[in-house]
């Protein structure tokens, strides 16, 4: 007979496994935190180099990964089939890579380090008029260019904290290093969630800025489907609606990279038209401008990224 003080808790060999387990994910956490930090400090052009070769490595190995970017390449209709497509395709592949290993360093060093990256800024204009008319800011960047340095580089400019909206990454040890990499300095962070959405309401009204990315797929009910690049994509509602409470002059931004590891130039541009309050409307005006910045740098935008994708429980498109 089994004794009845057995089912009072797991057996002690089980409790001490489990600790063993849980002291071996932090030591192991600590020891990849210390790798990468090392990592952060190779030079950038070197970081970039790598980026490359992993980037015609996804390519290579993974068959859906690849079709939906040469399909989303081909969808935008910014290159001609033959030549330029691939011209186009083969250059987007390289960036990939960069503006994956290129997040070491702006995770891993300190802000001003990440800031010294950037060799010039365009439209820091626009920033000051806000700040001298005392109205909050909506800075608004697509996955394009190094959206984390172009971030950085704001919120180490800015005279009160930058709170930026995430989703957290599919790889789950991957967020306690990108949080790490964000909220420090002036930064922080608010999840994708209703409690997110309150945070960004309340740092707007305070008078602060907060950072968003607008081109993520949003979850059922938080959407309209707009054209982008000449197909339905469900697009957000939220940052017109922010946009429209707070009374935020809107920004959209992102860092381009430079060829050769030499850094990054930051655009900042007004919006092209303006927020009415009308769903389908707004996320047209939304995507517009959202292509008007990637026309700017093609090659550099995330088009690997599904964004034409229904959400689960979503509407079929129009």
């Known amino acids: 007979m089994i004794p009845l003080g057995f089912w009072n808790g ?55 990964y690849r079709r939906r970017l040469g399909d989303n390449v081909r969808q935008s209709g910014l290159a001609a089939q033959g030549v330029c ?29 990440v800031a010294a990256l950037v060799r010039r800024c365009q439209g820091w204009e626009l920033v000051d008029a806000a700040l001298a008319a005392q109205r909050p800011l909506i800075f608004v960047t697509p996955h394009l260019g190094a959206f984390d340095v172009a971030g950085r580089y704001i919120s180490t400019r800015l005279p009160y904290p930058l709170t930026a909206m995430y989703r957290p990454p599919k790889l789950r040890w991957l967020e306690p290093l990108m949080n790490a990499g964000r909220v420090r300095d002036k930064g922080r962070t608010a999840p994708a969630t209703a409690a997110g959405v309150r945070q960004l309401l309340k740092a707007l009204k305070s008078g602060e800025a907060t950072v968003i990315l ?22 957000m509602t939220l940052l017109p609606r922010l946009a429209t409470a707070a009374d935020a002059v809107v920004l959209f931004f992102f860092a381009e990279r430079l060829s050769w590891g030499r850094g990054y130039v930051v655009h900042i541009l007004p919006m092209q038209g303006e927020f009415r309050g009308e769903r389908e409307a707004d996320a047209l005006t939304l995507n517009r401008n959202i292509e008007n910045l990637i026309r700017m740098a093609p090659t550099q935008y995330l088009w690997s990224y599904n964004r034409y994708k229904r959400p689960a429980g979503a509407p079929e498109a129009a």
Request: with cysteine; glycine share 10%; hydrophobic share 50%.
């Open 10 to 64: 797991p057996p002690t060999v089980f409790v001490a496994a489990s600790r063993y387990n849980a002291a071996f994910d932090r030591w192991a956490y600590r020891m990849l935190t210390v790798c990468l930090k090392f990592l952060a400090w190779w030079p950038l052009w070197l970081l970039q180099g790598l980026g490359v070769l992993a980037g015609w490595m996804a390519y290579l190995a993974d068959g859906s």
């Open 85 to 113: 497509y691939n011209r186009l395709l083969h250059r987007a592949i390289r960036e990939h890579g960069k503006g994956a290993f290129e997040l070491l360093a702006a995770w891993g060093r300190p802000s001003s380090a």
């Open 214 to 235: 607008p081109d993520q797929a949003p979850g059922a009910g938080e959407g309209v489907w707009a054209d982008f690049f000449g197909r339905p994509a469900y697009t």
